[in-house]
């Protein structure tokens, strides 16, 4: 069973930083893409940064230079660096990653989300 797990969220002041975590287990044989996604209240999910399994990042025009991705590829594990945040930036943070792992017979290669964190900016 494959899961992952964000922590790292809470309340910060304009302007603070958070780090948010995302860890994950189970019997994994690698991990290509991961990313980070964010859904603010009566908004759609957006995606706002991006990782490849060689270190390549993207990011969303929004969050650029403000917030860096970056992963740990041995202890399977994803971090979101967020510095000068914004009360635009308040929303439930996603992480998702594109997993391989046994399968039944064969490897299988799955898309997978975390249940998310809570980040709220707010004075």
């Known amino acids: 069973q494959v899961q992952l797990v964000e922590s790292g969220g809470g309340l910060v002041q304009p302007g603070g930083s958070l780090r948010l975590s995302c860890a994950a287990s189970?019997?994994?044989?690698?991990?290509?893409?991961m990313a980070w996604y964010r859904q603010a209240p009566g908004k759609e999910r957006e995606w706002i940064a991006d990782?490849?399994?060689?270190?390549?990042?993207n990011y969303a025009d929004s969050v650029k230079g403000r917030f860096t991705i970056s992963r740990d590829n041995p202890n399977n594990a994803g971090y979101l660096q967020m510095n000068s945040l914004k009360p635009e930036d308040t929303a439930v943070y996603y992480c998702?990653?594109?997993?391989?792992?046994?399968?039944?017979?064969?490897?299988?290669?799955?898309?997978?989300w975390g249940q998310g964190t809570q980040v709220t900016v707010s004075s």
């Open positions: 998702n990653a594109e997993i391989i792992h046994p399968g039944h017979t064969t490897v299988t290669t799955g898309n997978y």
């Open positions: 189970g019997n994994i044989l690698s991990i290509n893409r």
């Open positions: 990782i490849t399994s060689g270190y390549r990042t």
